[in-house]
């Protein structure tokens, strides 16, 4: 069975930086294309990030470019999303998805779906 | 890249049909198969209920279809059961090499 587990959610102050991990098992990791897609507190969903098996192609919502970072450790089965410059509007409980296979265009869908991080930035 | 549209909201009775439109456009929805679905019910993480704009995970109930037509992409649910009650989101690949959201559709059984 597919399992995805996020941690590193906290309480942060605006301008400070976070990491979040997925720790990802019941499949072959380094076969698939993984994302962060996020949800602020009564709000809809939002996609975040998403990277390719292999971590050589990476994409970012225009609202975190350049400020937040994917990565992936395939050795490990783990996700990774650095998160700096934290800003209000940031606050969410951020999913660590399963995406398409290697074979496949990265961004067509999420499954499953961890159950959330939450990260909360204010002063 | 701005969000798809979705209704706020939808209502039917138990055994109707429903559906929830996802209007989007060129440089997406309607330039692309890969619009997916999700529904999340209040608590809990999204499940994937659609694909790549037709296509049914295994272990969907065959109630669910998707469809797109232009710009608009659709989920109909047929005979409606109350466990059906739940939020929907619809997402699709853009242009820009990225995925966008739909705002969500809060479906209610009366």
């Known amino acids: 069975e597919v399992e995805l587990v996020e941690s590193g959610g906290d309480w942060v102050q605006p301008g400070r930086s976070l990491r979040l991990s997925c720790a990802a098992s019941?499949?072959?990791?380094?076969?698939?294309?993984m994302h962060w897609v996020r949800q602020a507190p009564g709000k809809g969903l939002e996609w975040v990030s998403g990277i390719n098996w292999n971590g050589g192609k990476m994409g970012y919502a225009a609202s975190v470019k350049g400020r937040f970072t994917i990565s992936r450790d395939n050795a490990k089965n783990s996700l990774y999303l650095q998160m700096n410059s934290l800003r209000g509007e940031d606050t969410a409980l951020y999913y660590c998805t399963k995406g398409p296979p290697w074979n496949e265009l990265m961004y067509k869908w999420s499954d499953p779906w961890g159950q959330g991080t939450l990260v909360t930035v204010a002063s | 890249q701005s969000a798809l549209t979705q209704p706020a909201s939808v209502s039917g009775s138990p055994g109707q049909s429903i559906t929830i439109s996802c209007t989007g456009t060129s440089s997406d929805v309607n330039g692309y198969n890969y619009v997916s679905w999700y529904q999340q019910h209040p608590g809990k993480a999204p499940k994937l209920i659609i694909s790549d704009v037709t296509n049914r995970p295994s272990g969907v109930s065959n109630r669910f279809s998707g469809s797109k037509s232009g710009n608009t992409a659709s989920l109909t649910i047929s005979g409606l059961q109350a466990e059906d009650e739940a939020d929907y989101y619809c997402s699709s690949y853009t242009s820009s090499d990225s995925r966008v959201f739909g705002g969500g559709t809060k479906l209610t059984v009366l």
């Open positions: 019941g499949f072959t990791f380094d076969d698939y294309a």
